[in-house]
């Protein structure tokens, strides 16, 4: 393998997201959000775990942004708990910002560079009992959240993301029910849908109006959809079906300031025309400063029957987050796999990369997440040997490099994550973190990963062999 360096200012980063990390749940006013809620239905979480005690960042803050910059790490993305700072979706609470703002000061005090993202799925469970994301008022709450957190950390923070993948908020969180709030209703995530762009393009309002300087995005989760058969048409229209529900029904809107007219077709039986209103579609592709993409995967899809439907391992029972397209299946293709089981396929980034290049406007392209769960555990001597993980950032920055050398304005890349966290409806059963977290006595160890990607930051390349 070839040694590569990177543009010059190119942004090494890591992320993680509040509700994974912070813990202190119900600390100095914060109210209960969706994810509050889920982790207490039975079967929802493995292990039954919940957002406590997580990383306990909200109380080793300083520890950890020491930690990033022993790392040389340039920017750390991390996002605000809307029930911090505004509980119950109500008024502004003091407290919470003051912990965000502390955090910003101490980024900046080490040459950090904070990045925030606003919504990254916690949303207030008060404003969930009235409707959620089905509800349209909900993306006005989302502007005035967004107000005041512009208002408070604005002076200081230049690059802005409304929200984090929001094809999980609306099919995982409203179809399959895997995600808060659980709901199991194609209807309801065709509305969300519609209702997360909506609260984008508020947000984004918003921000500018407050300050015009601000660098503002949004973060797409993006997959390549490879259809099993090339020649079976019923494949290819499962690959056009996903492609359309897991990329361009959120990338049209936003950059040709339409939904694709198949997508609106497939969608109609769940509704999903009747909530967009006149405006709503310039509201909604406001010109963006900056695309993040997250990418941990490709699609591979067919229309064939699965050879064995997926055990359910003592989880509550979900639904397909594929509406309109639940016949869908992913066959296995025999590629290696992380423990979250997906594919490693780090030729999907490079793909991803070239066609948001090719079919959509040139913006700067940031990788705000990319990274892997493996089993990870402290060796007898001290260290977390976790040579499967650094590989696979390894393979990945090699393709994103692959893009940049065919024209890609890539500017950054964010492991995914700074350290061990809440997986979601995973619980804290999957390792994603370069930096081990021992959840009883919360001790951080930097994993072998940690090391090997501070040298990468470091010296804004990569060496010809992999691992150190
Ligand atoms: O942990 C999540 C993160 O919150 C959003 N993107 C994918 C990660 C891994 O599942």
């Known amino acids: 393998m070839e040694s590569i360096s990177f543009p010059e200012g190119f942004v090494w980063g890591a992320a993680t997201a509040a509700f994974q990390v912070e813990g202190a749940t119900t600390a100095d006013g914060r109210t209960a959000s969706i994810w509050d809620t889920f982790c207490q239905i039975p ?34 993305r991390f996002s605000i708990a809307w029930p911090r700072v505004r509980p119950d979706g109500g008024a502004v609470n003091q407290a ?5 703002s502390r955090l910003v ?31 349209r008022d909900t993306a006005y709450r989302f502007a005035e959240y967004a107000e005041t957190v ?15 993948e929001p094809w999980c908020s609306a099919f995982l969180g409203y179809a399959s029910g895997v995600h808060a709030p659980g709901r199991q209703e194609p209807e309801a995530a065709a509305a969300a849908v519609h209702h997360l762009l909506l609260g984008h393009g508020l947000g984004v309002a918003a921000i500018r109006s407050a300050r015009p300087e601000a660098r503002v995005g ?13 020649e079976d048409p019923a494949d290819l229209d499962a690959a056009r079906r996903l492609d359309g529900l897991q990329n361009r029904i959120f990338l049209d809107p936003l950059f040709k300031a339409e939904y694709p007219a198949d997508v609106v077709a497939d969608l109609e039986p769940f ?35 699965a050879e064995a439907p997926a055990a359910t391992n003592g989880r509550r029972p979900t639904s397909s987050p594929w509406i309109g397209a639940e016949h869908v299946t992913f066959p296995s293709r025999g590629l290696p796999r992380t423990d979250m089981n997906w594919e490693v396929q780090p030729d999907g980034l490079y793909k991803v990369l070239v066609r948001l ?13 990319n990274g892997a769960a493996y089993r990870d555990a402290v060796g007898e001597d001290g260290g977390v040997h976790d040579p499967e993980r650094l590989d696979y950032i390894d393979s990945h920055l090699r393709a994103a490099h692959a893009a940049i050398r065919a024209g890609v304005d890539l500017r950054g890349y964010f492991a995914w994550s700074l350290m061990d966290n809440f997986e979601w409806a995973e619980g804290y059963a999957k390792r994603f973190g370069i930096v081990h977290v021992d959840y009883e006595t919360q001790v951080r160890t930097p994993k072998m990963s940690a090391m090997w990607y501070s040298k990468v930051a470091r010296g804004n390349a990569l060496a010809a062999t992999a691992v150190s």
């Open 43 to 76: 079967g929802a979480v493995v292990g039954g775990d919940t957002g406590e005690p997580a990383a306990d960042h909200y109380y080793r803050v300083d520890q950890d942004v020491a930690l990033m910059a022993d790392l040389g790490l340039h920017a750390y």
């Open 96 to 100: 919470g910002l003051d912990f965000y």
């Open 105 to 135: 000061d101490s980024l900046l005090d080490k040459g950090i560079d904070p990045w925030v993202t606003l919504y990254h799925w916690d949303l207030p469970q008060a404003l969930e009992d009235r409707g959620g994301w089905t509800n």
């Open 150 to 164: 512009v208002g408070a950390l604005g002076d200081r923070v230049v690059n802005w993301t409304t929200l984090n």
């Open 218 to 230: 949004i973060t797409l989760n993006m997959y390549p959809i490879i259809p099993a058969d090339p």
């Open 271 to 305: 509704g999903f025309s009747k909530h967009i209103q006149p405006d709503d579609l310039s509201v909604i592709s406001a010109p963006l400063d900056q695309l993040g993409v997250n990418y941990y995967a490709e699609h591979f899809v067919s229309a064939k029957p």
């Open 357 to 369: 290049h090719e079919e959509y406007p040139r913006l700067p392209l940031y990788i705000t997440e």
